[in-house]
């Protein structure tokens, strides 16, 4: 079984299983300054976990996963939003180079198969000043042991790597370390796009 077919299998519920510690999910969104007409993109958006807290920040989020079940899912949820839902694949889809000022992976950089190449792709399409965000409202040994303990083989090898050993990946993609928690209660790696002289 792969991975789109085990988040498929489990969208319906989702929301219903996974419990999610919304003050801590807060405070790190409060940690990236997004500001009112940010441009946010929402990488693996899943059932929509972050939504509500950005709305009341932003009301430009473009939320994307590759999940068929989970986007519909949170489209449903938040229909009455203008939040731009997309299903597919957020390293291959053409989204403009510069569009975003935030591009936020919560929950879902243990699932990129190739770390260094998402770090690059998903940097060309920050503004310069932009920050890409990597984070998880648990620490790494907490989120690494479930998905070792997964009943699906290609879940069990996503793992998140230390926090420090991101930043010689982010700076040779143009981006600056901003901000690094990596502790027993949760992760953020937060690197900002260089801007151009």
Known sequence: MEKLDFFNDIAEKWDSTSHYDMDKIELLIKLLYIKNGDAVLDVGTGTGVLIPILLKLTGNITAIDS???????????????EVNFIHGDVLEYPFDDGAFDHIICYSVFPHFDDKPLAISRLAKKLKPGGLLSILHSASKEKINGIHVHAHNRDIMADNLPPAQGLISCAQNCGLREEIIIDNSEMYLFGARRKWQV
């Open 67 to 81: 999940a068929e079940k989970m986007i519909e899912l949170a489209h449903k949820k938040f229909a009455h939003t």
